[in-house]
């Protein structure tokens, strides 16, 4: 069974970092693309970034380039997303999701709340 | 970029209705169209991908058609469980965009 599972999220000051994890399992994580994609509370779904299975491609939306860095480690089965200088306006809840081979998303975790307040 | 439009933003029907959203792209996006399905508090689920492919352990009762820049999901037989929301995704190009969502109410 795929799973998906986020962590990291929380409050945190404008101006503060984050980082989110997604911990993946029930697949070959290595031969996947992955995104993150977020969603702003009573808003529609807007995706964040994307990366290859080696990294090799990552692309981010103009929203939060410069200031969030996706990464993953194929050993550790794991994807992430450094967040740095965040705003209020980057409060949401953020998923990551596998992109299969057509470039589809087929399976999305729970999410994880992200919430910059002072 | 290309902007995904969806209509309506939202509709209301009844249990055993059939209801279709459209979906059109701001440019061509051949077929690299997919559509979610997300409930209250809940994340998105895929449904359809390549524009009319269901994904597997989807029921038939959906159906998704279109090619280039004009889409549409169709729903059979609206039941309980279907009322959420529905988004459109293009994938043809990054920057992916999504569509601002439809909301199936009940009437």
């Known amino acids: 069974e795929v799973l998906l599972v986020e962590s990291g999220g929380g409050l945190v000051k404008p101006g503060g970092s984050l980082r989110l994890s997604c911990a993946a399992s029930g697949f070959t994580f290595s031969s996947y693309s992955m995104k993150w994609v977020r969603q702003a509370p009573g808003k529609g779904l807007e995706w964040v970034s994307s990366?290859?299975?080696?990294?090799?491609?990552?692309y981010y939306a103009d929203s939060v380039k410069g200031r969030f860095t996706i990464s993953r480690d194929n050993a550790q089965n794991s994807l992430y997303l450094q967040m740095n200088s965040l705003r209020a306006e980057d409060t949401a809840v953020y998923y990551c999701?596998?992109?299969?081979?057509?470039?589809?998303?087929?399976?999305w975790g729970q999410g994880t709340l992200v919430s910059v307040s002072s | 970029d290309i902007q995904m439009t969806q209509s309506p933003s939202s509709l209301s029907a009844s249990v055993g209705d059939r209801v279709t959203i459209t979906c059109r792209a701001s440019q061509g996006i051949s077929n690299y169209l997919a559509w979610f399905q997300q409930k209250s508090g809940k994340a998105p689920k895929s449904l359809i991908y390549a524009a009319s492919t269901l994904q597997s352990g989807v029921p038939s009762k959906f159906s998704g058609s279109g090619s280039g820049t004009d889409f549409t999901l169709t729903i059979n037989n609206l039941q309980p469980e279907d009322f959420a929301t529905y988004y459109c995704?293009?994938?043809?190009?990054?920057?992916?965009?999504f569509g601002g969502g439809t909301k199936v109410e009940i009437k």
């Open positions: 995704q293009q994938y043809n190009s990054y920057p992916f965009t």
């Open positions: 990366t290859s299975p080696s990294s090799s491609y990552i």
């Open positions: 999701a596998r992109i299969d081979h057509g470039g589809n998303s087929d399976f």
